[in-house]
Nanobody, 124 residues
Framework: QVQLAQSGGGSVQAGGSLRLSCVAS????????MGWFRQGPGAEEREGVA????????HYSDSVKGRFTISKDKAKNTLYLQMNSLQLEDTAIYYC?????????????????WGQGTQVTVAS
């Protein structure tokens, strides 16, 4: 099992930037797929935002492509999400997640380890 501890987030004006961090501990190896999800106000499900695969391949949802960047520091076992040009609709609780299944896709059902969540609020 992997423990994920998140930091970062907070409040920012539209157009601003924030960076989220997620430190992984426990059983870690390079075979882990990691990702960021978010759940907006009133949303019933979490939305996949970005993933970082075993081979370093990254994928983004269309809603954040070109504005968000996912990265990973292997030496620190830390996943990052750099969020630029933030919009009101980016307001949500953000979660990092991990799994070691064969495919690395932005599907919530694939991920079995989750961080505690961190609030991101974008104001006009």
């Amino acid at each position: 099992q992997v423990q994920l501890a998140q930091s970062g987030g907070g409040s920012v004006q539209a157009g601003g930037s924030l960076r989220l961090s997620c430190v992984a501990s426990g059983y870690i190896d390079s075979a882990f797929c990691m990702g960021w999800f978010r759940q907006g106000p009133g949303a019933e499900e979490r939305e996949g935002v970005a993933s970082f695969g075993y081979d370093g391949a990254t994928h983004y949802s269309d809603s954040v492509k070109g504005r968000f960047t996912i990265s990973k520091d292997k030496a620190k076992n830390t996943l990052y999400l750099q969020m630029n040009s933030l919009q009101l609709e980016d307001t949500a609780i953000y979660y990092c997640a991990a799994h070691n299944k064969a495919v690395c896709q932005l599907r919530q059902d694939l991920f079995n380890d989750w961080g505690q969540g961190t609030q991101v609020t974008v104001a006009s």
